[in-house]
């Protein structure tokens, strides 16, 4: 499951103590679309391990501003609250597990 994220929710979600992977996505953006479903597919895969969040940069400028996201898509990893690593552009899903087994060491 992927969660929908504001401003508001988002320090709340990326503080959980799994490690959190956040979406930063645009309704207008086609490789976003592309990218919605492998983050699905990877939050099913490992819910006991990381959880999954996507937050529209159109509607949440202040966290956008916080993390100097600039291009869509970006995922985020975090973990304790803390940005530890990125990926910026449509990538595969092979290539965000990879992030993220190196994240989980």
């Not at 959190?20 to 490789?31: I, L, N, Q, R, S």
């Not at 973990?79 to 190196?102: A, D, F, M, V």
């Amino acid at each position: 499951m992927i969660r929908e994220l504001t401003d508001e929710a988002f320090q709340g979600f990326v503080e959980n103590e799994a490690l959190a992977v956040v979406d930063f996505y645009a309704t207008w953006c086609p490789p976003c679309d592309k990218l919605s479903p492998l983050l699905k597919e990877i939050s099913d895969e490992y819910k006991d391990e990381l959880v999954v969040g996507a937050i529209n940069v159109d509607t949440n400028p202040q966290t956008v501003q916080k993390y100097g996201v600039m291009s869509m898509p970006t995922v985020v990893v975090f973990q304790q609250g803390e940005p530890i690593s990125r990926l910026i552009g449509y990538r595969p899903k092979q290539t965000i597990l990879n992030l993220l087994n190196l994240a989980a060491k």
